[in-house]
């Protein structure tokens, strides 16, 4: 086991070449400087997809780093490149090193690398014992199938073996992504690659699953590349997350640290459940001016840029809410109500400055729809973000 290092990762595609083009709609007519933020935000320049743009990333020997973002945002491209299914071959470039070894122009099969699909990917004839011994059976190594699967088999635990004799369409999807798992591990990879594992399963079946990967993972310190569009599971499954965006990682950490200190506004925006409210303003006098009303964060940092545009960023757990005028509060009505009984909360939405705001309150309090209601913003839970989505305060 070995630390994964990438360096100056660029992945570029034809546009007429590449399937996302087709999807966005844009096949041969994107001007040459434009920038979709269709989907993923991927980058059109000169006539091409630049689906990784410059990504550098170390990921440590037994770590698990999840890849989060919008679909089309390149998250699975990186996965293919650590995997050797793209090559970084010219237009491609940077360098990609396993410990001392290059892996640059290594191949799929040199790397040892496994990988886990969305769609499982096991062979619909075999029984999930010959899909576990495939690859021993390619490499005339058959010899080795039944000590491995049985040792295997042990790992995964309860009832696994009870799924060796079945063949895929007799196995439930929660079964069957059991096995794809199985298979990677039965091979002993250096590292494992996870493209979005969970997405066809229901929710109670991917939260049993992933306590089950995430289980695995932690018992054999194998370490792993997680992608997915889904923040429940990215915290969940990594020990750091990186955040993508059109090819670039926009910030790299904990869930925790993202979370609370979000490097941009696509991050501060992307993360969380709701995500942060962003509302247009302007700054003046340490403060942000929104939709004719004064929200004063006593923010030295804000009184270099008076009157330019801003975004005054608020989590929904940290906005107030009061029947009654308090001080500095700000009169907004109620557009809708929404309880959460699950996780003992409501959110209550209200427009402010033409912007759809969600306050989390308790679950008990009493919130009416149509009423007007009134906002504080705590100057030490804001943020504020540019016109170019940097981060401000």
């Not at 006539?47 to 170390?58: E, K, N, P, S, T």
């Not at 979000?262 to 509302?279: H, Q, R, S």
């Not at 006593?298 to 029947?323: A, C, I, T």
């Amino acid at each position: 086991m070995a630390d994964v290092k990438l360096r100056d990762i660029r992945v570029v595609f034809k546009e007429e070449s590449d399937p996302a083009a087709m999807i966005f709609g844009q096949s041969g007519k994107t001007p040459d400087d434009e920038k979709s933020d269709i989907v993923g935000q991927a980058n059109y320049r000169d006539g091409r997809i630049h689906a990784i743009d410059g990504v550098d990333l170390d990921i440590k020997n037994g770590e698990s780093i999840a890849i989060l973002g919008p679909s089309g945002c390149g998250k699975s491209t990186m996965l293919r490149v650590v995997a050797g299914l793209i090559m970084l071959d010219a237009p491609n470039q940077g360098e990609i090193e396993y410990g001392e070894e290059d892996w640059t122009r290594m191949n799929a099969k040199e790397r040892r690398v496994g990988i886990v699909f969305q769609n499982y990917a096991l062979y619909p004839h075999m029984h999930s014992k010959k899909n576990l011994g495939f690859f021993f059976k390619m490499h005339k190594r058959e010899e080795e199938v039944d000590e491995r699967v049985e040792i295997v088999s042990k790992m995964m635990g309860v009832g696994f073996d009870q799924l060796l004799d079945r063949r895929p369409k007799a196995l439930s999807g929660g079964q069957q992504q059991r096995v794809a798992i199985a298979r990677c591990i039965v091979r002993d990879p250096t590292v494992f690659l996870f493209d979005e594992p969970l997405s066809n399963l229901d929710a109670k079946l991917r939260t049993r699953t992933r306590v089950e990967i995430k289980r695995l993972l932690r018992r054999f310190n194998i370490t792993t590349v997680y992608v997915t569009h889904d923040q429940t599971e990215a915290q969940a499954m990594g020990d750091r997350i990186a955040v993508m965006q059109a090819g670039t990682i926009q910030q790299l950490g904990t869930y925790r640290e993202i979370y609370d200190n979000p490097a941009n506004m696509f991050v501060a925006g992307f993360v969380g459940a709701p995500p942060m409210n962003l509302i247009a303003g302007k700054a003046d006098n340490g403060g942000v001016h929104v939709d004719g009303h004064f929200f004063n964060l006593r923010n030295e940092s804000l009184m270099n840029s008076s009157g330019d545009p801003v975004y005054l960023g608020v989590r929904p757990e940290d906005v107030n809410l009061f029947h009654e005028q308090a001080p500095d509060s700000v009169p907004v009505d109620i557009y809708w109500v929404e309880d959460h009984y699950s996780e003992q909360r409501k959110e209550v939405t209200f427009d402010l400055g033409g912007t759809r705001v969600i306050a989390k309150r308790p679950l008990d309090e009493e919130w009416d729809r149509n009423a007007t209601v009134f906002v504080t913003i705590p100057s030490d839970k804001a943020y504020v973000f540019s016109a170019d989505e940097s981060r401000l305060v």
